[in-house]
């Protein structure tokens, strides 16, 4: 995951005993920005936080390289703790943690030293749209506008490394897409390390190039970010990326699977199927609906791989139907506000490409 160009690299192992399990966690961070995804409580803020200088780990180290240079945060064997202050590591928190009791302009001024803090201070509020809220104090703002402040202010600072932890958590879904977009734009202009932490996949996966998957202080899987969600290789890892659809097989050839959850549904892999392959997930929105015509052209071939929707339990969202078939498999698919009636959508055969079968080790859930 290191920079192809040659800049920054975050190194990190870090192991910290917390009260009901251990932390466990190692990784590199450079060209992009770097997610880590994993559910509340799972050690993702206290991995900021040992980058950060804010807590100690048990053991371990961080080091942060640029190019040919190497700085060492924290080692233990050596014994070098770089105090927070000294990292050039900049933390948005959740809450942001603005100076309540200071206005915008005083906050952003607040991470610059020297004799350009005022002309870095006008650079900021211009560059994040904070022109005309200088004399403001952060509980007169929004919570957009008080995440704009908080980045604000880590950039004047001039930081080698931006942390994000769950930057978006407390934000209603509109808000959280606008500043997604403005925090992406902000990111690929960086040239720093950044890492965000966060619950939400999505988010994850619109802004990070590279991904760890993380659960009770592990990581469970750790790469590209597309590649994982095409090939998240574990059952565990399945869930997380928000595959539902997951069942216990029984291999029945070198390319042909039942799917034992799913009523016995002989399926056709486009891959062989190794003899680690314990289960088979299929992503909601991959079926192709089918008439019976289409179906008829199918039937006949191993790769069919068709379905019949008969009687299904339907539920109608705002612009999807979820669809759950008699066999426990679950399909969504998109529909427009204006309508409310499924009879027209819901197709008598579904059939699943080959290609999208995942293929996966571990015990479903």
Same mark, same amino acid.
């Given at each position: 995951?290191?920079?192809?160009?040659?800049?920054?690299?975050?190194?990190?192992?870090?192991?910290?005993?917390?009260?009901?399990?251990?932390?466990?966690?190692?990784?590199?961070?450079?060209?992009?920005?770097?997610?880590?995804?994993?559910?509340?409580?799972?050690?993702?803020?206290?991995?900021?936080?040992?980058?950060?200088?804010?807590?100690?780990?048990?053991?371990?180290?961080?080091?942060?390289?640029?190019?040919?240079?190497?700085?060492?945060?924290?080692?233990?064997?050596?014994?070098?703790?770089?105090?927070?202050?000294?990292?050039?590591?900049?933390?948005?928190?959740?809450?942001?943690?603005?100076?309540?009791?200071?206005?915008?302009?005083?906050?952003?001024?607040?991470?610059?030293?020297?004799?350009?803090?005022?002309?870095?201070?006008?650079?900021?509020?211009?560059?994040?749209?904070?022109?005309? #809220? *200088?004399?403001?104090?952060? @509980?007169?703002?929004? =919570? !957009?506008?008080?995440?704009? +402040?908080?980045?604000? &202010?880590?950039? $004047?600072?001039?930081?080698?490394?931006?942390?994000?932890?769950?930057?978006?958590?407390?934000?209603?879904?509109?808000?959280?897409?606008?500043?997604? #977009? *403005?925090?992406?734009?902000? @990111?690929?202009?960086? =040239? !720093?390390?950044?890492?965000? +932490?966060?619950?939400? &996949?999505?988010? $994850?996966?619109?802004?990070?190039?590279?991904?760890?998957?993380?659960?009770?202080?592990?990581?469970?899987?750790?790469?590209?970010?597309?590649?994982?969600?095409?090939?998240?290789?574990?059952?565990?890892?399945?869930?997380?990326?928000?595959?539902?659809?997951?069942?216990?097989?029984?291999?029945?050839?070198?390319?042909?699977?039942?799917?034992?959850?799913?009523?016995?549904?002989?399926?056709?892999?486009?891959?062989?199927?190794?003899?680690?392959?314990?289960?088979?997930?299929?992503?909601?929105?991959?079926?192709?609906?089918?008439?019976?015509?289409?179906?008829?052209?199918?039937?006949?071939?191993?790769?069919?791989?068709?379905?019949?929707?008969?009687?299904?339990?339907?539920?109608?969202?705002?612009?999807?139907?979820?669809?759950?078939?008699?066999?426990?498999?679950?399909?969504?698919?998109?529909?427009?506000?204006?309508?409310?009636?499924?009879?027209?959508?819901?197709?008598?055969?579904?059939?699943?490409?080959?290609?999208?079968?995942?293929?996966?080790?571990?015990?479903?859930?």
């Amino acid at each position: 995951m290191e920079n192809e160009t040659g800049g920054f690299c975050l190194e990190a192992d870090i192991k910290k005993q917390l009260k009901s399990f251990r932390l466990e966690l190692s990784f590199q961070a450079g060209g992009g920005c770097l997610g880590i995804l994993g559910p509340s409580g799972c050690g993702k803020s206290m991995t900021l936080k040992s980058i950060a200088g804010i807590v100690t780990p048990d053991s371990g180290s961080i080091i942060l390289r640029n190019g040919e240079s190497r700085r060492v945060l924290y080692d233990s064997r050596t014994g070098r703790n770089e105090r927070p202050q000294a990292r050039k590591v900049g933390y948005l928190f959740q809450n942001y943690a603005l100076f309540p009791n200071m206005t915008v302009e005083e906050n952003i001024a607040a991470g610059v030293r020297g004799r350009e803090r005022r002309k870095k201070t006008g650079e900021m509020l211009e560059r994040f749209g904070l022109v005309g #809220l *200088e004399k403001r104090y952060p @509980l007169q703002l929004s =919570g !957009g506008q008080q995440q704009r +402040v908080a980045l604000a &202010r880590i950039m $004047a600072y001039e930081p080698d490394v931006i942390l994000l932890d769950e930057p978006f958590s407390a934000m209603d879904t509109h808000l959280r897409e606008k500043l997604r #977009l *403005e925090l992406q734009k902000i @990111l690929k202009e960086y =040239g !720093g390390v950044s890492v965000l +932490v966060t619950h939400d &996949r999505d988010e $994850a996966y619109q802004l990070c190039r590279n991904m760890v998957l993380m659960d009770q202080g592990k990581a469970m899987a750790a790469g590209d970010t597309r590649e994982l969600f095409q090939n998240p290789v574990t059952c565990k890892a399945a869930r997380f990326t928000g595959c539902k659809n997951i069942s216990r097989i029984r291999r029945t050839g070198e390319h042909t699977l039942q799917a034992l959850d799913w009523g016995g549904l002989e399926l056709f892999a486009d891959r062989p199927i190794g003899d680690g392959i314990t289960a088979v997930g299929i992503r909601a929105h991959d079926f192709e609906p089918l008439s019976q015509g289409e179906a008829d052209r199918w039937k006949e071939r191993e790769d069919g791989n068709l379905i019949p929707v008969r009687e299904p339990s339907v539920s109608e969202m705002p612009f999807e139907w979820y669809v759950t078939l008699e066999n426990g498999l679950w399909w969504k698919t998109e529909k427009s506000i204006h309508a409310h009636s499924a009879g027209e959508v819901i197709p008598p055969w579904l059939r699943i490409p080959p290609s999208a079968l995942i293929l996966l080790t571990g015990e479903p859930e």
